[in-house]
């Protein structure tokens, strides 16, 4: 079991980064967008059209709340939605092209972000940061997942 202070040190800097990222501003990555609009453009730009509930799935958010926001994306002119030909019942969102400049305005944003972190840090160090984040957040996934299979059962 991991120890008491280790636990804590990896909260503050979670907080932290949080705060640094932005996510306490109403909106983020230089958008008139909160996180959950500007995570839902990113997504559905790096995996392609996909459903609301889907979206919901990776997001990790309420039917309801993802069914506000794609309305609100869509009325912005970001997303389409389109029938699923492979089920009738189902329409797929995409980004529209207006969707598609934000996309990589916010790409551009988060690289120059990343990037002017990184420039601090020697090549091993950027390394290990990658590879601590990816662990990091894998860890976090599992651990949730594992929650969630032993609350159903």
């Not at 202070?5 to 967008?33: K, N, P």
């Not at 002119?77 to 934000?102: F, I, M, Q, V, Y």
């Not at 990343?114 to 599992?142: C, H, I």
Request: hydrophobic share 40%; glycine share 6%; charged share 30%.
């Amino acid at each position: 079991m991991a120890e008491r202070a280790l636990i804590d040190d990896i909260r503050a800097a979670s907080r932290l980064m949080v705060r640094e990222l932005g996510f306490m501003d109403a909106t983020v990555a230089a958008s008139d967008y909160p996180p959950s609009a500007v995570h839902t453009i990113l997504e559905i730009g790096i995996r392609g059209p996909t459903t609301s509930a889907e979206l919901g799935d990776f997001l990790r958010l309420e039917k309801s709340s993802v069914s506000r926001l794609v309305r609100k994306l869509i009325n912005c002119g970001e997303l389409r939605e389109t029938p699923d030909e492979n089920d009738a019942r189902s329409k797929l969102l995409s980004l529209t092209a207006k969707g598609r400049r934000t996309l990589e305005a916010l790409h551009a944003f988060g690289r120059q972000q990343v990037r002017g972190a990184l420039a601090a840090l020697t090549e091993a160090e950027q390394r290990t940061v990658r590879e601590g984040m990816m662990l990091y957040a894998r860890a976090l996934r599992q651990s949730r997942v594992g929650d969630e299979a032993e609350a159903a059962e």
